[in-house]
Structure formats: C-alpha cells, structure tokens
C-alpha cells in the first residue's frame, strides 16, 4: 500500500476507507488506472475492515487472509482522478469472513469498480 | 395482470423453484421464497443453487426493468459470469427475500449484484455478483 501511495481516510468498527490520488504510474497503456492498483487497495481496504470488527488481539491468535476475490470493472479513472476505496463488512464468522469494496471518484457517485472478497481465519499452529 | 405478472409467466425456472416476485422497477428486483425440502441439500439446508439460480434471476429481473421491454426484445441480455458468497444457512420453513440490483448497465454489458436475506430477522444470507451481455439479434 505504501508502494501504490494510498492513505487510510477513515477507519471505524466496520467500515474503512482509503483514498489515492492516481499518477501515471497507476496507469496502464491505455492511461486509464490499472485494475490491479484497485484490486490491490479493496483487498487491503477490505483486510482492514475485517481487522476492524476482529481486533488485534484475536488477529495476532488467528491471522486473516484473502483466499477469493471477484471485481467488476465498472468505470475508469485517470492520472490526476482522486480515488475513494469504501470496504465493509458482510459477514465475520469463525473460520471465514466476507467483505465488500466500492470504488468511486471523490465528489461522484458512480462505482467504478466493486469487489467482494472472501478471507480465511487461520489459527496459528501449537 | 401487473408487469411483474407478466414477466414472471417467462421465467420458467423460477416458477420450478418456487419464487415469487415481490417488486419491479427500474433497477430493482425482488422475489420472496418459502424454503421447502424440495430445496435442501443432503445436510438439510437449503442447496446453494436454489441461491445462486434465484439471485442471477432478481438481477436480471432488475435489468429488465431498467432497460424496458423494447430493448429486452431488441438485444436479450443473458448472465455471462456469476460469483456468490454464501454466507449462512437457510432451513426448511424459512421465508427467504432475494434483492437483485443494478450497478452499471453499458450498451453491451451489464454488472448488477443481488443479496439473500431472510425475511424474519434481516440476516445476509448470500451475495451475488452478475455479469451480463447484451447481445444485438440483428447481425
């Protein structure tokens, strides 16, 4: 996350967001935003979210980690476009979680891509 | 007859299964369904597929609505891609409420998501992402 250059807006019980504003390095040949770098922040975005209705301690006990996503490339963005990356929570269960992401332009309410994420809750060994 | 009415006589499937369609708008789809045994798998909750088959039909119900009749007519769109979440359980006896959506509809493809919720208490039950194509008869 350090790498692509995002920041975290907010972060609550529940909900997280994260914000980028894109460069061309963000880009693909086509310079509009890579898919990747949206993929890439839902599933960090959503990770927090998990984190957030777990906590640390538990975390530290039972690691999440994604093990499915599925994204719809809706829109586009370009270098210079703001980002905002909404995730939630659908569901934390014992050994599995589910959460979603959104991403918009800030200012707009057109989704230009949303993923749903599946996370598996590991119990470290011994 | 209502719209619904109507489009519900061309869905087949879902009158196998059971649904029935609560509401129809642009944009919006909702059917109801009571859980039965007929839908359960060999664990005695509801088969997956009763999920999946029952929210690709409230998305494209949605979809229906938005794009009209003309346009269904004209170009039929048909799911090209799905993805669920199936999130917890449904037993027999349990009214369960299928919300399909559309997210962004283009002139040759169309992502909408539904959502399983049970009736009595609210609970998310299973979430569903669809793909669809509009495909031109003509050409």
């Known amino acids: 996350m350090q790498l692509i250059g995002a920041r975290e807006e907010e972060w609550r019980e529940g909900y997280v967001r994260l914000a980028l504003t894109l460069e061309s390095k963000h880009t693909n040949p086509h310079g509009v935003v890579h898919g990747g770098v949206l993929t890439t922040l839902m599933d960090e975005a959503i990770g927090g979210v998990i984190a957030s209705v777990r906590g640390l301690e538990e975390m530290g006990i039972a690691p999440h980690s994604t093990v499915a996503m599925n994204v719809s490339f809706l829109g586009s963005a370009r270098a210079g476009d703001e980002i905002l990356i909404e995730a939630r929570v659908l569901k934390v269960g014992r050994s599995i979680a589910f959460g979603e992401a959104e991403v918009r332009k800030r200012g707009s309410d057109a989704v230009i891509a949303k993923g749903g994420l599946t996370f598996s809750i590991r119990q470290r060994r011994g | ?139």
């Open chain 2, 1 to 139: 007859m209502t719209e619904g009415e109507g489009l519900m006589r061309r869905v087949p499937f879902v009158e196998l299964v059971g649904a029935e369609l609560e509401e129809m708008r642009e944009g919006y789809g909702r059917l109801a369904l009571i859980v039965e045994e007929k839908h359960t798998n060999p664990n005695g909750v509801m088969h997956g597929g009763v999920a999946t088959a029952l929210m690709d039909s409230a998305a494209a119900i949605a979809l229906g609505a938005l794009r009209g009749e003309a346009a269904r007519q004209d170009s039929p769109h048909a799911t090209v891609e799905m993805n669920a979440s199936l999130i917890a359980a449904v037993r027999p006896g349990e009214k369960i409420v299928i919300e399909g959506r559309v997210l962004s509809l283009r002139r040759s493809v169309a992502f909408c998501e539904s959502e399983v919720r049970r009736d009595s208490d609210g609970d998310l039950l299973a979430k569903g992402r669809f793909t669809f194509v509009l495909r031109s008869r003509s050409g």
